[in-house]
């Protein structure tokens, strides 16, 4: 349950946790999307892959590549 005063919706919520999450799992683990996308929710590495886009505004092979970097713009873009 949201605590008061959160405008967010619960899936909007959950979606950026999970995404969070992946982006995390993405870096220290090196397991293949598709791992990561079963550890995180429902789904596949093609379907995790526009959401982390949108979000992160690179690719998860990008983000992986690029490290910490992308996780600083990506903080100070939300």
Known sequence: ML??????APM???????VALAADLLRESGAPLDVVA???GPGRGFAVSPV?????GV?????????P?????ARSRA
């Open 3 to 8: 605590p008061l005063g959160v405008a967010a």
């Open 12 to 18: 909007a919520c959950l979606t950026e946790w999970r």
């Open 38 to 40: 079963r550890r995180v």
């Open 52 to 56: 982390f886009q949108r979000a992160y």
């Open 59 to 67: 690719s998860p092979q990008e983000h992986r590549s690029a490290g």
């Open 69 to 73: 970097r992308c996780v600083a713009a």
